[in-house]
């Protein structure tokens, strides 16, 4: 064999391909909100960024009063912010109209507070199939999703259920069930196992964790508790309206 045939046949180099980081889903950029008490001004935020990316659940912690819900709710577009810019998925919220942010947090975000916030005077399922009714989807398809939502959660055989009638942590999967019921990109979770014991507490992570990893939503938690956050890909920690320290639990 001559050499030039050896070279011909030599293999080729093996090209090293990187793998791209996908584009954050939440970006905060300098975000600072003030509220006026009246007799004085509070700085909650001080210039706050921060980014997330898609499928990642991050818990927020800190002290009473750090800024903790002001965040979640700016990032989210429940409340305004006086400096800086939020985006989610590449969409400057903070240019968006009152109208506009509603009809996108409808598209887009599902909310799970500490206080459930169910209409006593609506079943499980109606609770649940509430956001969909409002944003005008077909009585028929609203039903059918919400009873898909449930089941998700293990309550599809609580559907006719009274919130009244329900434990704790029924009514907080039901919370969930709703959140999850127009198959958002981003849940925002405010002290979900905040009113329950710890067993409760403990189903509710469980579900939230299973829910992450089987259906790729990004999750934002703020929380007190611990072990909360150690079950997070990151613990995001506040004091004093900025960011201070983060963590990757082992």
């Known amino acids: 064999m001559t050499t030039?045939?050896?070279?011909?046949?030599?293999?080729?180099?093996?090209v090293q391909v990187r793998a791209v980081p996908a584009?954050?889903?939440?970006?905060?950029?300098?975000v600072?909100?003030?509220?006026?008490?009246?007799?004085?001004?509070?700085?909650?935020?001080?210039?706050?960024?921060?980014?997330?990316?898609?499928?990642?659940?991050?818990?927020?912690m800190g002290p009473s009063g750090c800024g903790k819900t002001t965040l979640l709710n700016c990032l989210s577009g429940l409340d305004t912010i006086d400096g800086g810019a939020v985006a989610i998925d590449g969409t400057d919220i903070t240019t968006m109209s009152d109208r506009e942010k509603t009809n996108y947090r409808a598209r887009r975000m599902g909310f799970v507070f500490q206080t459930y916030n169910l209409?006593?005077?609506?079943?499980?399922?109606?609770?649940?199939?509430?956001?969909?009714?409002?944003?005008?989807?077909?009585?028929?398809?609203?039903?059918?999703?919400?009873?898909?939502?449930?089941?998700?959660v293990g309550l599809d055989d609580r559907a006719e259920h009274w919130p009244a009638q329900l434990s704790g942590g029924e009514r907080q999967r039901v919370t969930i069930a709703r959140a999850l019921v127009n198959d958002p990109a981003i849940v925002w979770a405010d002290e979900p196992t905040g009113n329950l014991d710890s067993q409760m507490a403990e189903d509710v992570m469980t579900l939230m964790e299973r829910l992450n990893e089987e259906h790729g939503q990004t999750f934002v938690i703020v929380t007190?508790?611990?072990?909360?956050?150690?079950?997070?890909?990151?613990?995001?920690?506040?004091?004093?309206?900025?960011?201070?320290?983060?963590?990757?639990?082992a």
């Not at 409002?134 to 919400?146: H, I, N, T």
């Open 4 to 14: 030039l045939q050896a070279q011909q046949i030599r293999p080729a180099p093996s």
């Open 23 to 30: 584009a954050p889903i939440i970006e905060a950029n300098n």
């Open 32 to 60: 600072s909100k003030t509220y006026d008490s009246g007799t004085s001004e509070v700085a909650a935020l001080r210039g706050v960024s921060l980014a997330v990316p898609p499928g990642e659940m991050v818990a927020i």
């Open 119 to 152: 209409l006593p005077v609506l079943s499980a399922v109606e609770n649940v199939e509430l956001p969909l009714v409002v944003s005008g989807v077909d009585a028929r398809d609203a039903r059918e999703r919400a009873m898909r939502a449930l089941a998700l």
């Open 224 to 249: 007190h508790d611990p072990a909360i956050g150690r079950r997070c890909d990151r613990i995001v920690r506040m004091r004093d309206g900025q960011i201070v320290d983060e963590e990757r639990p």
